[in-house]
């Protein structure tokens, strides 16, 4: 194993299991779990903070050697009341990919990546992606649970936004899946490739800091040099036509808390 600086306090572990066939690292052992599967496969993407977003791309860029992937500015994927830039790095083969993001100034209210650095107390991993193959299933599972210890997600978007999305994805989901986009609150958003389908949390502890974004990727297939299919990474983009709905429901969360602070 080698780990190096990422951002703030958080690093990034390289790890070698050549040659080890044991349960996770060496000095571990094998526990009996409870059978319980959401049907997650691996973690997708990992968002991170920080307070300037060149310097940041520029450092990890530089000892990964990983390339820039894609980009979004405040215009993309702000509100009418804050914003962000955000540029995802990837590695050759585009299956590992590092977002970043950074706050903007000037805005009505303060940008969320603003919020988060002064919660975090600098640079930090804002969320996990988590992919699974049947969201809507992982879904039901997760909010069978959650008052026993699992997640509470964001609030659904208003009915207007199921209503459009017809007219936007109905080409390539079926009439069930999206009355159960509906049903759970999924977000959908799609670029020239393929679909995204994704849902966040609300912040896993007590300050509006990480969270988790449940997500499935649905087309962009290739076939490898041993006719096996797999999926392109960033497969229907980073849900850019959702951001808006996304960072509204974080300004509203954060509301939530100002009006406990003043209480």
């Known amino acids: 194993m080698s780990e190096v600086k990422l951002y703030g306090d958080v690093v990034l572990r390289f790890v070698s299991k050549d040659g080890f066939e044991g349960p996770f690292l060496p000095n571990y052992e094998p526990v009996q779990s409870i059978p319980l599967s959401y049907g997650i496969i691996r973690v997708d993407h990992a968002v991170g903070n920080v307070e300037k977003l060149e310097e940041a791309v520029e450092y990890v860029a530089k000892f990964t050697g990983f390339h820039r992937f894609a980009e979004f500015t405040a215009e993309d994927v702000g509100t009418a009341e804050s914003g962000l830039n955000s540029m995802v790095l990837a590695s050759n083969n585009e299956m590992v990919l590092l977002p970043m993001n950074e706050p903007v100034f000037g805005t009505k209210r303060k940008s969320q990546i603003q919020t988060y650095l002064e919660h975090n107390e600098g640079p930090g991993l804002q969320h996990l992606a988590l992919i699974c193959s049947d969201i809507f299933s992982t879904l039901k599972e997760m909010r069978m649970r959650s008052d026993i210890g699992g997640f509470e997600f964001m609030p659904k978007p208003p009915p207007t936004y199921y209503k459009n999305l ?26 020239d490739q393929g679909v995204l389908l994704q849902i966040f949390t609300k912040p896993i502890g007590d300050r509006p800091t990480i969270f988790i974004e449940i997500i499935q990727r649905v087309g962009c297939l290739l076939t490898d040099e041993n006719g096996q ?35």
């Open 229 to 263: 299919a797999y999926q392109k990474g960033g497969c229907g983009g980073f849900g850019k036509g959702n951001f808006s709905e996304l960072f509204k429901s974080i300004e509203e969360y954060e509301k939530t808390l100002e009006g406990r602070v003043q209480s």
């Open 166 to 191: 017809r007219n936007r994805v109905a080409d390539i989901l079926t009439e069930k899946q999206m009355e159960e986009c509906d049903e759970l609150g999924i977000l959908v958003d799609r670029d």
